[in-house]
């Protein structure tokens, strides 16, 4: 069976940072590329960040470039996200994903964690 298992999240003020995880069990992870998506409250979900099977390339959306950096750890099968400079409208809930190149998802989501940024 599929897991994903994202971790980290919590209210942080405008201008910090957390350091998101997710840890994957059921399919080969180092084989695959790694995404992660976040879902706002009462939004669809959005691309977020993407790294190759390797973690040699990584991918940003246009709104965190320059502010979070994804990384992977094959050897504990955990890929995380690195977000600085937290702003207000990166509330979400965030979620993680095998991703084909096409941007298609493997598997099913899991719970995700949920990083709140508020004064």
């Known amino acids: 069976e599929v897991q994903l298992q994202a971790s980290g999240g919590g209210l942080v003020q405008p201008g910090g940072s957390l350091r998101l995880s997710c840890v994957a069990s059921?399919?080969?992870?180092?084989?695959?590329?790694m995404s992660w998506v976040r879902q706002a409250p009462g939004k669809g979900p959005e691309y977020v960040s993407a790294t190759n099977s390797g973690g040699g390339t990584s991918y940003y959306a246009d709104s965190v470039k320059g502010r979070f950096t994804i990384s992977r750890d094959n050897a504990k099968n955990t890929v995380y996200l690195q977000m600085n400079s937290l702003k207000a409208e990166d509330t979400a809930k965030y979620y993680c994903?095998?991703?084909?190149?096409?941007?298609?998802?493997?598997?099913?989501w899991g719970k995700g964690t949920k990083l709140t940024v508020s004064s």
């Open positions: 059921g399919f080969s992870f180092g084989r695959y590329d």
């Open positions: 994903n095998a991703v084909t190149t096409s941007g298609l998802y493997y598997y099913p």
